[in-house]
């Protein structure tokens, strides 16, 4: 099935060949059986709730090292609060580490001897212990990952645009390195508007405020190259193969996310007008460019359309996620028993990506192009973890539900026969809910 995709390898002229990678077969029950680890809520919680407690006891240091020594609110600015926000969000597995890293810089600093100093000791084999313990339950995860490599027993070809995926600066949220040159370039605008506009003729003349949010964002952009850096090297000890894992967010170390409210553009008819639709006519590239806004008008893919189909018309694209735009749930992958193929999954944090293959070893269907995968993160309770929907501008949709809605039901249909345990509800004016 070498179709015209453009995720297939090789179709294109001068994007190199495609790679082929080792592939093995999850079943469904080794994927539900993939240990857990410590939540990563739980993990941030435990981090740095005890690192503002320990911050605030040490506030006059703080002050101090506010070179004015007037108050701690000299220290907050734009790039001060992104550098919080992106060592919060961004630190993931490695959280215990950067607690380490600053309660010893903090240790180091320290220079008096009395409960505070012990107290600093306290801190310091408190985040010793998280990060020892999150390293063994990471270490197990890995090894699990790499004797499922060993076990390969076929192979799938990546192209090469995809194992871009997995360079070096990849294995950080993207949000980490907008807030981190978001950070570097706040104090620069500022040093140039400082100097065009006013008397300021040396960096001795600037506030204080300048200098603390260049060495925040210098700091930041430090610990992203090394967070991301150090990921990389531990997913290379890994190393990049395929797994077919089972579609399912209720099981297994990935969550899902699925793309609402689109088309792919291999379904645009001649008939179809989604392409007209005002949002398709932004400037910003999409998140997937294979993917575009879905019409609620469009005589091929609009409410109108899907709800003048007979219920047997209806079930042949029921299973298709555009139908039910932004009231799309989890739901449509109830009982489905979907499979996917996806490439990087090396470990907790890591980003894994979809690899679309011809068939699939484990008997199921393969999910289709409007699934992917997330990053490996252990969520609170995975029984509990929803299908994360969003736009093609990646934006995430939270559907609404049937009873707010108000609009006449015209008919209920059952799913069954597709697999899914699931009704889809068609109501006049509206797209139709899943219940
Ligand atoms: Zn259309």
């Known amino acids: 099935m070498q179709t015209g995709n453009r995720e297939t390898a090789g179709t294109r002229a001068g994007e190199?060949?495609?790679?082929?990678?080792?592939?093995?077969?999850?079943?469904?029950?080794e994927?539900?059986?993939?240990?857990?680890?410590?939540?990563?809520?739980?993990l941030a919680i435990c981090v740095w709730l005890p690192m503002v407690i320990l911050l605030l006891v040490q506030h006059e240091q703080l002050g101090m090292l506010a070179a004015t020594g007037d108050s701690l609110w000299d220290l907050i600015s734009f790039s001060m609060v992104a550098f919080v926000m992106a060592v919060i969000v961004g630190s993931g597995r490695q959280a215990p580490w950067l607690g380490l890293t600053l309660t010893g810089a903090i240790a180091y600093w320290q220079f008096r001897h009395d409960g505070i100093q012990a107290m600093v000791m306290f801190a310091l084999a408190y985040y010793v212990v998280l990060a020892v313990l999150a390293a063994?339950?990471?270490?197990?995860?890995?090894?699990?990952?790499?004797?499922?490599?060993?076990?390969?027993?076929g192979t799938l070809a990546v192209d090469s645009q995809q194992t871009r995926s997995f360079g070096i600066t990849k294995y950080l949220p993207p949000i980490m390195w907008n807030l981190a040159w978001g950070a570097l370039a706040y104090p620069a605008l500022r040093l140039v508007w400082q100097y065009c506009s006013t008397e300021v003729r040396s960096v001795a003349d600037l506030d204080a405020g300048y200098r603390f949010d260049l060495i925040a964002a210098l700091v930041l952009l430090a610990i992203c190259f090394i967070l991301s850096t150090l990921r990389w090297i531990s997913s290379r000890a890994v190393g990049i193969f395929a797994l077919e894992i089972p579609a399912?967010?209720?099981?297994?170390?990935?969550?899902?996310?699925?793309?609402?409210?689109?088309?792919?553009?291999?379904?645009?008819?001649l008939k179809c007008s989604c392409r007209d639709a005002e949002k398709n006519g932004s400037k910003k590239e999409f998140a997937d460019p294979r993917f575009i806004f879905a019409s609620d008008f469009c005589p091929e893919h609009g409410i109108e359309a899907i709800n003048q189909l007979s219920q047997s018309e209806f079930l042949q694209i029921a299973d298709q996620p555009w139908v039910y735009g932004d009231h799309l749930t989890?739901?449509?992958?109830?009982?489905?028993?979907?499979?996917?193929?996806?490439?990087?999954?090396?470990g907790w944090g890591s980003r894994p990506v979809a690899v679309r293959s011809p068939w699939s070893y484990g008997g199921g269907q393969l999910a289709s192009e409007y699934y992917a995968p997330l990053?490996?993160?252990?969520?609170?309770?995975?029984?509990k973890r929803e299908l994360k929907v969003v736009d093609p501008a990646d934006n995430t949709i939270v559907p609404e539900t049937l009873d707010v809605a108000g609009a006449p039901e015209i008919d209920r249909i059952n799913l069954h026969a597709l697999g899914i345990n699931a009704e889809a509800v068609r109501v006049a004016g509206a797209r139709p809910f899943l219940a």
């Open 375 to 383: 990053a490996a993160r252990e969520p609170l309770n995975r029984a």
């Open 31 to 42: 994927w539900a059986a993939v240990p857990r680890a410590f939540p990563d809520f739980w």
């Open 330 to 346: 989890g739901r449509i992958l109830n009982g489905q028993q979907l499979r996917m193929n996806v490439v990087g999954l090396t």
């Open 136 to 153: 063994c339950s990471d270490a197990r995860f890995r090894a699990l990952l790499r004797s499922w490599r060993r076990e390969a027993t």
């Open 248 to 269: 399912d967010v209720q099981i297994g170390p990935v969550g899902l996310r699925a793309l609402g409210e689109a088309i792919h553009i291999e379904q645009e008819t």
């Open 16 to 29: 190199g060949a495609a790679k082929q990678v080792a592939l093995r077969q999850v079943t469904r029950e």
